[in-house]
């Protein structure tokens, strides 16, 4: 799946879907025993635990994004005034313009997103340096190369997915509303969710929702979609899909909305975030200068496992048979080091942004090896 650090992967090779290998299993502690809701009822309960991603405000129903992280993440870069950086995930813009505030005239930002709301957003920052690309950020390195760009002294990723496109009801991200499943951070190109529903198997379904969603009803759950899709009734709305998952699912967490793990697993597969995830990290081990930074926030293990065993295996690069005869000075040498603890927010940020309570923000820095 990851390509040389020295070859860019093409938006052909993200489209190739595929399912992760199997991720760790869920905690094995009980649930507590709840009857199925109705439908109506969950899609109205507005302040349940949506999608199971906390980067965005529970509280809010409109388009507006609290920017997670802002002020830990931009010093994390440890910015030159004179430097060059990229931003993989816009957004809204958070992090790019508090950027922009720390680069000098010669400083320069490029900013990836895939999401068209995003690319309109960009368009309100009137700055000579700074440059918006459509992409996801799996295709950053040969965006840049384009650029006449080969080297950049940080980059940030801030994963996940943010509050307007939760709250924009014809997203089709949130079981908040009954909209069309759609789930595609890029409207522009791919599958939706119920293209995906409309032609997979049950086992394929099965394995996507264990995985990427770590549910434990994983079975039931796909074995009910695909029964009611055969019985001649197409799942093109996210009010049907909830209601399928809420017969399907007898125990779940207090507090969550049955659904939460499998919406979080289509739209994790419809748009391949882990596999794009994946593909970037060793484009930025290419792209980062020396005493570069790299800065990802995180807001699920399936995210942050990546993340950190990346990191892990570009700082110790001695994997050579225990007892093996080489000189100290002939070890492979780290090109990656992990800078402090992992950052998470404050107990201040997280009661103003509740959404913010499971993010993870890891740092490292590239070293001078080549």
């Given at each position: 799946?990851?390509?040389?650090?020295?070859?860019?992967?093409?938006?052909?090779?993200?489209?190739?879907?595929?399912?992760?290998?199997?991720?760790?299993?869920?905690?094995?502690?009980?649930?507590?025993?709840?009857?199925?809701?109705?439908?109506?009822?969950?899609?109205?309960?507005?302040?349940?635990?949506?999608?199971?991603?906390?980067?965005?405000?529970?509280?809010?129903?409109?388009?507006?994004?609290?920017?997670?992280?802002?002020?830990?993440?931009?010093?994390?870069?440890?910015?030159?005034?004179?430097?060059?950086?990229?931003?993989?995930?816009?957004?809204?813009?958070?992090?790019?313009?508090?950027?922009?505030?720390?680069?000098?005239?010669?400083?320069r930002l490029i900013a990836f997103d895939r999401d068209l709301?995003?690319?309109?957003?960009?368009?309100?920052?009137?700055?000579?340096?700074?440059?918006?690309?459509?992409?996801?950020?799996?295709?950053?390195?040969?965006?840049?190369?384009?650029?006449?760009?080969?080297?950049?002294?940080?980059?940030?990723?801030?994963?996940?997915?943010?509050?307007?496109?939760?709250?924009?009801?014809?997203?089709?991200?949130?079981?908040?509303?009954?909209?069309?499943?759609?789930?595609?951070?890029?409207?522009?190109?791919?599958?939706?969710?119920?293209?995906?529903?409309?032609?997979?198997?049950?086992?394929?379904?099965?394995?996507?929702?264990?995985?990427?969603?770590?549910?434990?009803?994983?079975?039931?759950?796909?074995?009910?979609?695909?029964?009611?899709?055969?019985?001649?009734?197409?799942?093109?709305?996210?009010?049907?899909?909830?209601?399928?998952?809420?017969?399907?699912?007898?125990?779940?967490?207090?507090?969550?909305?049955?659904?939460?793990?499998?919406?979080?697993?289509?739209?994790?597969?419809?748009?391949?975030?882990?596999?794009?995830?994946?593909?970037?990290?060793?484009?930025?081990?290419?792209?980062?200068?020396?005493?570069?930074?790299?800065?990802?926030?995180?807001?699920?293990?399936?995210?942050?496992?990546?993340?950190?065993?990346?990191?892990?295996?570009?700082?110790?690069?001695?994997?050579?048979?225990?007892?093996?005869?080489?000189?100290?000075?002939?070890?492979?040498?780290?090109?990656?080091?992990?800078?402090?603890?992992?950052?998470?927010?404050?107990?201040?940020?997280?009661?103003?942004?509740?959404?913010?309570?499971?993010?993870?923000?890891?740092?490292?820095?590239?070293?001078?090896?080549?």
């Amino acid at each position: 799946m990851i390509k040389g650090v020295n070859d860019a992967p093409t938006k052909a090779l993200l489209s190739a879907k595929k399912v992760s290998p199997k991720s760790a299993s869920l905690s094995d502690a009980l649930m507590s025993e709840k009857p199925t809701p109705d439908v109506s009822d969950l899609i109205s309960k507005s302040n349940t635990n949506l999608l199971n991603d906390s980067s965005v405000d529970d509280s809010s129903s409109t388009n507006s994004h609290i920017t997670v992280l802002l002020d830990e993440a931009v010093q994390a870069l440890a910015i030159k005034p004179d430097g060059i950086y990229v931003d993989g995930t816009f957004g809204r813009g958070g992090h790019s313009k508090k950027i922009l505030e720390q680069l000098g005239l010669n400083g320069r930002l490029i900013a990836f997103d895939r999401d068209l709301s995003a690319i309109e957003s960009s368009k309100a920052i009137a700055d000579a340096r700074f440059s918006m690309v459509h992409s996801h950020f799996a295709g950053m390195q040969a965006e840049l190369a384009d650029m006449g760009i080969a080297k950049v002294d940080g980059i940030l990723l801030d994963l996940g997915i943010s509050s307007p496109q939760i709250d924009q009801a014809s997203r089709g991200f949130s079981f908040r509303y009954d909209a069309p499943l759609d789930m595609r951070m890029d409207q522009s190109s791919g599958k939706t969710a119920a293209d995906f529903l409309a032609s997979t198997t049950e086992q394929v379904l099965a394995e996507v929702i264990k995985n990427y969603g770590e549910e434990r009803f994983a079975k039931q759950i796909a074995r009910a979609i695909i029964t009611e899709r055969n019985d001649g009734r197409a799942i093109t709305t996210t009010g049907q899909l909830t209601k399928i998952v809420a017969g399907a699912v007898t125990r779940f967490e207090p507090g969550q909305n049955p659904a939460t793990r499998t919406f979080q697993a289509l739209r994790i597969h419809v748009n391949q975030e882990l596999e794009e995830l994946t593909l970037a990290m060793p484009q930025c081990l290419a792209l980062l200068a020396p005493q570069g930074r790299l800065a990802v926030i995180s807001f699920h293990s399936l995210e942050d496992r990546i993340v950190k065993q990346f990191v892990r295996d570009q700082a110790n690069r001695d994997d050579l048979p225990a007892n093996f005869p080489v000189r100290a000075s002939e070890l492979p040498q780290p090109k990656l080091t992990g800078v402090g603890k992992t950052i998470k927010p404050t107990a201040k940020e997280v009661k103003r942004n509740p959404r913010s309570r499971s993010a993870v923000l890891r740092v490292a820095e590239r070293t001078n090896v080549i």
